[in-house]
């Protein structure tokens, strides 16, 4: 158990809907990053938050957003769904985003979205 | 821009010694990371390497040449629950700190 839960861990729905990926880091980590893992696709950067911030964006769609509360949690919004959409949605968290060891991400279960 | 490389997938025997390489291009290099991913699961931190050498953990050891981009994953004694796909990625500080994955190699540990 890294100590990062997702919720929920399963979510089946349709195409043109929105759903919200919910993510609690780490006690003590500050930082939150997303990633969408496709079935024949390594782990793809989405974007990571430092403390409430927008810390690096990676190949997230403009459907898509997320952002980080107060008290760390954070969410993932995906919108306008397509069946493409349809991966694993790792959330992962450290305690910083510096280059120092501490930077090791320790991900959670994941949410597995179907997108029908 | 960033790349990758590690091979798809690999066997190896129970007891034997297996090592995975990755290569990577990138501008802004700052520290490599190995995960052990097995399937449906989430990836668990295994090494973090961001000098050049060796660091060795248990069964587990991770070589790193930040000359060469190269950088390599040795498990000793292998163990029938190793069978896990072995994710290379790159911290990367061009444009905002960013870790990018590799594909993953497949490890495949037959008795």
């Known amino acids: 158990d890294s100590g990062v839960t997702q919720t929920p861990k399963h979510l089946i729905t349709a195409t043109g809907q929105r759903v919200t990926l919910r993510c609690s880091p780490r006690?003590?980590?500050?930082?939150v990053y997303w990633y969408q893992q496709s079935l024949d696709q390594g782990l793809q950067f989405l974007i990571q938050?430092?403390?409430?911030?927008?810390?690096a964006k990676g190949n997230i769609l403009e459907r898509f957003s997320a952002q980080q509360f107060p008290d760390l949690h954070s969410e993932l919004n995906l919108s306008s769904l397509e069946l493409g959409d349809s991966a694993l949605y790792f959330c992962?968290?450290?305690?910083?985003?510096?280059?120092?060891?501490?930077?090791?991400?320790?991900f959670g279960p994941g949410t597995r979205l179907l997108v029908l | 821009g960033q790349n990758i490389d590690q091979p798809t997938e690999m066997t190896a025997t129970e007891g034997a010694i297996v090592q995975i390489n990755c290569t990577y291009q990138?501008?802004?290099?700052?520290?490599l990371f190995w995960y052990q991913q097995h399937a449906g699961e989430a990836p668990t931190f295994l090494s973090y390497?961001?000098?050049?050498g060796l660091e060795e953990k248990g069964r587990f050891s991770s070589f790193l040449s930040r000359s060469k981009g190269y950088s390599y994953l040795l498990l000793k004694e292998l163990q029938m629950k190793d069978s896990a796909s072995y994710l290379c990625?790159?911290?990367?500080?061009?444009?905002?700190?960013?870790?990018?994955f590799g594909a993953g190699t497949r490890l495949f540990v037959k008795a």
């Open positions: 992962a968290s450290s305690v910083a985003p510096t280059g120092r060891r501490g930077e090791t991400q320790y």
């Open positions: 006690s003590g980590d500050l930082s």
């Open positions: 938050y430092y403390n409430g911030e927008e810390r």
């Open positions: 990138t501008s802004g290099f700052n520290g």
């Open positions: 390497n961001v000098l050049d």
């Open positions: 990625a790159v911290r990367d500080n061009t444009g905002g700190f960013k870790t990018i």
